[in-house]
C-alpha cells in the first residue's frame, strides 16, 4: 500500500522561499502521477501543482505560475514543490497526493493516495 509522507513546511516571512518534498513508499512511484494540493481555512482543496509519471508534463494552478516549481526524482521517490515569492495568500496546508498514470494527472478526483499534510504559514 503507498504511503506518502510530506516535509519542508513552516513559517515564512512574505517573498521568502520554501520546499516541500513528499517521500512515496510502498508502491511503484514511476506507477503515478504526483500532485501538490492546499487547502486553507474555509475554502476547498486546490491542486497547485501537477506532475506526470514521468515527469514530462507539468501542471500549474494560475496564481503560483512562474513562483511555484514541481519536479520528481523516479530513483529516490520523491516529489518536490519550491515555493518562491510566497505571500500570505499561499497560507494552508499543502498536501502530496498520488494518481493513477494511467488518469489524467490534471484531475483532482483520480488522486486517490493522500500524505497527512504539512502546514506553510506565510507573514505579511
Known amino acids: 500500500q503507498v504511503q506518502l509522507v510530506e516535509s519542508g513546511g513552516g513559517l515564512v516571512q512574505a517573498g521568502g522561499s520554501l520546499r516541500l518534498s513528499c517521500a512515496h513508499s510502498g508502491g511503484t512511484f514511476s506507477s503515478d502521477h504526483m500532485g501538490w494540493f492546499r487547502q486553507a481555512p474555509g475554502e476547498e482543496r486546490e491542486l497547485v501543482a501537477a506532475?506526470?509519471?514521468?515527469?514530462?508534463?507539468?501542471y500549474y494552478l494560475g496564481s503560483v505560475k512562474g513562483r511555484f516549481a514541481i519536479s520528481r526524482d523516479n530513483a529516490e521517490n520523491t516529489v518536490t514543490l519550491r515555493m518562491t515569492s510566497l505571500t500570505p495568500e499561499d497560507t494552508a496546508v499543502y498536501y502530496c497526493a498520488a494518481a493513477p498514470r494511467t488518469t489524467s494527472y490534471r484531475s483532482q478526483p483520480n488522486y486517490d493516495t493522500w500524505g497527512q499534510g504539512t502546514q506553510v504559514t506565510v507573514s505579511s
Open positions: 506532475i506526470s509519471w514521468s515527469g514530462s508534463s507539468t
